[in-house]
């Protein structure tokens, strides 16, 4: 079964329509998602305090859903002290970065104290990066902290080409959200190797059954496929795997 490392926790969905705890459960058995990353949304867009609290609050009773935890750069010291009292706990699995101080993307300058400080946790650090500008950002950061590892969120968006070309800088992944260009799937593969690429939807300002689709009915083999959309989740994550009772 599927794990989504990229659903975005927020009370509305991109229509207005009430989404939240239910919402995001509803869309996981329906498409048979097995376990999901949330990215919170308040945290990113207006205050990351609160935002972050509301999203502990809504995974830390759930076996299926986890959260990143949302730092904000323009706050360092106090994004320094929220992960060191909030990522010990196995309800966050990750750090996420979303827009810069300096930059609308995230990028060295804005987050060196921040990462440099999250260098003690062996969790991923997932990036947004929806333009070329935005990957060659995330590049940099790779680059200056080579123990840790960092998702490519939206894995370039329509620039996803240039996200391919990241391959050679081995502490980077891809997440599979952004263009719906057929090849996609295909040329990650090809340049990054199967067990670097990660399903993910961004739901719900994106189609799941879209985002899933994309990935199975690529060309690639069955095995390359489990491991986009459930192992390589499992193993970056540190997340075990449910076991159903007919296997």
């Keep these: 079964m599927p794990i989504d490392i990229r659903i ?22 329906k498409y048979g998602i097995e376990k999901a990353v949330l990215v919170p949304t308040m945290a990113v867009d207006c205050d990351f305090r609160l935002g972050n609290k509301i999203l502990f609050d809504a995974v830390k009773s759930n076996d ?29 699995l990750g750090l996420a970065l979303f827009p810069g101080a300096s930059r609308p993307y995230p990028n060295l300058d804005d987050y060196r104290e921040i990462l440099n400080a999250y260098r003690r946790f062996l969790k991923p650090v997932f990036v947004n990066a929806p333009s070329a500008d935005a990957v060659a950002a995330a590049e940099e950061m790779a680059r200056e902290f080579p123990g840790l590892k960092f998702i490519l969120g939206t894995m370039g968006g329509n ?30 593969v090809e340049h990054f190797g199967a067990h670097r690429v990660l399903f993910g939807s961004n739901l719900p300002y994106s189609d799941i059954g879209a985002a899933l689709a994309l990935v199975q009915n690529s060309e690639l083999p069955k095995d390359a496929i489990d491991q986009i959309l459930n192992r390589n989740a499992q193993k970056l994550f540190a997340v075990e795997r449910r076991v159903d009772t007919d296997e």
Excluded: H
């Design 8 to 29: 975005n926790y927020c009370e509305y969905d991109a229509v207005g329509r009430p989404f939240g705890v239910n919402g995001v459960l509803n869309a996981m058995q």
């Design 159 to 188: 620039d996803w080409k240039r996200a391919v070309t990241s391959s050679r800088q081995l502490n980077l992944f891809l997440e599979t959200s952004g263009s719906f260009d057929a090849e996609k799937i295909e040329e990650a």
């Design 64 to 92: 299926q859903l986890y959260g990143y935890l949302a730092v904000n750069p323009n706050y360092p010291e106090e994004s320094i002290r929220l992960m060191r009292s909030a990522m010990p706990s196995p309800k966050f």
